[in-house]
């Protein structure tokens, strides 16, 4: 069911968003239909892979962590749980994360719940996820006679944050990245990670336009007295600009603006190890006529732009018009030697000019307007709703170094992203033996797109790509079935296999499932 819901609602006009308002929302029913099936079938999963799993030690809640990627994922894993009994009293309770009773970095943040209790907690820690399988960590809690208070620095108007290899700053009186140097060389101009506010029109399809780069705004730091009122203050206090979380993991910073009738909250996740920055964005959207992007302005003024797309790596246009890119996009130095990339999980349109990325983020038109004849679109005579009004929330992750190894590392970093591991905490009852890894690629580039029942027989499909262009090998393991398979690809090439568990081989095959064994396909980059 969960499969016709998505081929569904792939279908003209409910995937461009060029219906009508009530078609938006039965495609939105669908897609959340689908999404409650596959919520359920990876709930019953994950609680099924905890098997073996021992019961919790006193004083600890246990984390449980499944990477459902062949290849190891190092990345900041938040969760969320109840403490065992509510506290009425003024004390806080600090949560400390390990694994094989070694410390891990890790911090306390706002938890969901806005309980003024000690009942809920939140914490982030740092971990490296071993590949295909559960991984467990321990909580233990501290009681503190209140909360630490969040420090930060603040020099020549700006928030830094230094670290071995990541140099950021943020700029108080604007709100934007003034600076992030990876290796002490900056990928940005100041002023960067702006909202910014361009000409639209009320075209749902957009078929008179190549290019949205008249800039008529830009969104502006809210003043004290706005910022309050949007944070539900009666009287000012806070800056608009604000450290809300600090410790061994990160920085979060808060950033509130403001264009017109619409409002945003960029928030920075500033990494104490690594260079990965993460930015979210709450935009309350209300402009008409308009298009909303984000401006990257990066030093590579004369820089190819490449972006992913589906099995491939495409050269998109750097003239300003609109491209279309999957998970992530790639700015790289006339020299081919240095490269920012940046990753997001929601939103695919952007442009390229003068060294300067605009990620499309919203627009404005009427539901199903067409130009016709010079006619007027939109009636002029009572209120009429539009397309994406109202709260939508976008998250993205820049990375920069060496092109090399960024174009190496970008396609799985965004699988790791869209796909992320699941994390719960909940107390095993130790019932079973302990589960091996279901798969595990031992390079550190091939990714495996499918594993997925055969459409016909009683095995398995597994399909692998390659996605540098650059021929590879990998090994491919199966430890439940102590089955072994190198495997050679070549340039973006998509290998298919299928696997028989009970005979144990892992023979390949074509991208049909055919039952001969047939070549794989290599598509155009």
């Known amino acids: ?29 669908l897609l ?56 009425f009293e003024e004390e806080f309770f600090n949560p400390s994360v390990s694994q094989f009773g070694q410390p891990l970095p890790s911090q306390a943040e706002r938890e969901s719940s806005n309980i003024p209790l000690e009942f809920r907690k939140r914490v982030v820690f740092r971990a490296r996820l071993e590949p295909s399988r559960m991984s467990r960590f ?30 950021v700053s943020i700029n108080t009186a604007t709100g934007l990245l003034d600076r992030y140097a990876v290796d002490g060389f900056d990928y ?29 705004g830009a969104f502006e730091l809210m003043s004290l007295e706005d910022a309050a009122s949007f944070r539900g203050m009666d009287v000012p206090g806070l800056a608009s600009v604000q450290v809300i979380e600090d410790g061994p993991v990160r920085t979060v910073v808060e950033a509130l603006f403001r264009h017109g009738c619409s409002l945003i909250c960029q928030t920075y996740g500033i990494p104490k190890r690594g ?41 998109l246009p750097a003239d300003g018009n609109e491209a279309v890119a999957q998970q992530w996009v790639m700015v790289m130095s006339e020299d081919g030697a240095r490269a920012l990339t940046c990753v997001n999980d929601s939103t695919y349109g952007s442009d390229f000019l003068g060294g300067e990325l605009r990620v499309s983020l919203l627009r404005s038109p009427g539901y199903s307007v067409h130009p016709f004849l010079g006619r007027a ?23 920069a170094g060496a092109a090399p190894d960024r174009f190496e590392r970008i396609d799985r970093e ?48 597994i399909r692998l790509f390659e996605p540098t262009g650059q021929a590879r090998r990998t090994t491919l393991r199966i430890p439940a079935l102590d089955l072994k398979k190198e495997i050679a690809l070549g340039s973006f090439e998509i290998k298919t296999l299928r696997l028989e568990p009970q005979a144990r081989t892992l023979i390949e095959t074509g991208l049909m499932e055919e039952d001969s064994s047939a070549s794989s396909t290599s598509p155009r980059a």
Request: hydrophobic fraction near 40%; glycine fraction near 6%; charged fraction near 25%.
């Open 1 to 29: 069911e969960a499969l016709h819901d998505l081929l569904l609602s792939q279908f003209h006009d409910i995937l461009p968003g060029s219906s009508v308002e009530s078609v938006e929302k039965a495609g939105l029913r």
């Open 32 to 87: 959340d239909h689908g999404l409650e099936i596959t919520s359920r079938l990876k709930a019953r999963a994950f609680f099924a892979l905890m098997q073996g799993e021992s019961p919790a030690k006193d004083g600890t809640i246990p984390i449980l962590v499944y990477n459902p990627h062949p290849f190891p994922v190092e990345r900041t894993i938040e969760c969320e749980f109840n403490l065992p009994d509510v506290s």
């Open 138 to 167: 321990e909580c233990r809690l501290e009681v503190l006679s209140r909360k630490p208070e969040v420090r930060w620095v603040e020099r020549g108007g700006c928030i830094v944050v230094e670290t071995e290899r990541l140099n």
């Open 188 to 216: 940005l101009l100041a002023g960067a990670l702006r909202p910014m506010v361009v000409k639209d029109a009320d075209d749902a399809w957009g078929l008179e336009k190549n290019s949205f780069r008249e800039q008529v």
């Open 275 to 315: 260079t990965e920055l993460e930015v979210s964005l709450r935009v309350y959207w209300n402009e008409k006529r308009r298009m909303l992007k984000w401006a990257v302005p990066t030093v590579f003024e004369q820089g190819r732009y490449t972006g992913q797309v589906a099995y491939g790596v495409q050269e």
């Open 377 to 399: 679109p939109m009636p002029a005579d009572r209120f009429s709703p539009r397309v994406d009004q109202g709260e939508r929330m976008f998250h993205f992750w820049l990375n």
């Open 414 to 461: 965004a699988l790791a992203h869209n796909q992320p591991p699941m994390v719960l905490s909940c107390f095993p009852t130790g019932c079973g033996p302990a589960l091996q890894p279901l798969v595990i690629l031992d390079d550190a580039v091939i990714q495996m797109t499918a594993f997925k029942k055969a459409e016909r027989g009683e095995g398995y499909i």
